[in-house]
């Protein structure tokens, strides 16, 4: 059974710092991603990291956000340094099988997501 669970969401002022966590398990992937939504707006691709360990950023968050992961313990980062306003939304885990990139529609396999709320 495949799950992700997501965590690490919270509420920061402009300019702080949070890192999201996403557990997975039952997932053979070969891409993992971060994606995030607010209502009434679409789904955005944050970063994603490939098996091999490459890794792809949306351009708004290009040197602000590292993806990374610890395979040992199956788990899936999203540091996020230098937070604005506008990077408050819905974070999402999740898994693909294919090929990687910050497009959802190489993602099969999703988080249930977690708040990140930045004021400023």
């Known amino acids: 059974q495949v799950q992700l669970m997501d965590s690490g969401g919270g509420s920061v002022q402009a300019g702080g710092s949070l890192r999201l966590s996403c557990e997975a398990s039952?997932?053979?992937?070969?891409?993992m991603g971060w994606f995030r939504q607010d209502p009434g707006k679409e789904r955005e691709g944050v970063a994603a990291?490939?098996?091999?360990?490459?890794?792809y950023y949306a351009d708004f968050v290009r040197g602000r956000f590292t993806i990374s992961r610890d395979d040992a313990k199956n788990r899936l980062y999203l540091e996020m340094n230098d937070l604005k306003p506008e990077d408050s939304a819905m974070y999402y885990c999740?898994?693909?099988?294919?090929?990687?990139?910050?497009?959802?529609?190489?993602?099969?396999?999703w988080g249930l997501g977690t708040r990140v709320t930045v004021s400023s």
């Open positions: 990291i490939s098996r091999p360990g490459s890794t």
């Open positions: 999740a898994a693909g099988r294919g090929s990687c990139s910050t497009d959802s529609k190489y993602f099969t396999d």
């Open positions: 039952g997932v053979a992937w070969r891409c």
